[in-house]
């Protein structure tokens, strides 16, 4: 069966954005952009998140998804806000996609999207498809997160525990909580389920939903070496979006650079 959507958005893209409200890697991004100019592309772009204020400081961004679901928030959002000008959305597979467009200034996979591949095959197909739509010179960021060495311990949690706690607009209060299904230590995947628990004002459930969430960990000098292995230099590694230097903990956030022609 072809893949159309990817499976762990479709069921909650109309919460994401109440669920997903960072904003602290906002003006790493803009700063990057600023540091390399027009264009952008970002892979799995999702709802717009990162695509509205960059498209809203002038620069010209492509974000590609796997999901529709996730695109249509992100096409209406543009829409209204009167950026379509400077955004073109593409829904495909950050594993192989071909855009017209093979210049860009600069590429970013945020928010740990980077984990939903699954295996190194589709990572390297990931880093060599970019690689290929970057300028010489241009940056491509990888954000992953930094494994914390306890959870190799862990086998699987029983119960589920409170992430966070949000309002939609029409009243409706949503509780979102998680488990930690299984832990697959052969492919460095961890399988999480996200549960939904929707009410109406009275208290009175709407909607209950369990969506899996899964991620493969990828260490720093893994991903260093696949980085390299596609063709790019590495010129930075951060912790956070402070940009101090890497030290285990927090993110991975790993610059690369496509060399020069010589
Ligand atoms: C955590 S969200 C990030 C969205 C957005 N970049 C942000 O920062 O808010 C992850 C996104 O990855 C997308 N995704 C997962 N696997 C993908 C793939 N193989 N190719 C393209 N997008 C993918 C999902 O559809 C989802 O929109």
Redesign the pocket.
Known sequence: MTQTE?PS?VDYSEYYDFA?FQKDDIPFFLDYARECGSPLL?????TG??IVPIAEAGYNITG????AK?LSICRERVNRLGLSDRVSLVEA???NFDLPEKQFALAYV????FT??FTQKDQLSCLHTTFAHLRPGGLFIVVVFALNFSVLAKDSEDSFRVLREFDLPDGNHVVQSQRFAKHDRAKQILYFEFKFEEKDRNGLMVRERTVPMDMRYTLRYELQLLMERAGFEVVDVFQDYEKRPFSGKYEIIMVGRKPNEK
């Open positions: 990817a958005y997903h970002e892979l799995a772009c999702g998140r990162l590609i998804d796997l999901s996730m597979n950050m594993t945020p928010l740990r999207s939903h591949l």
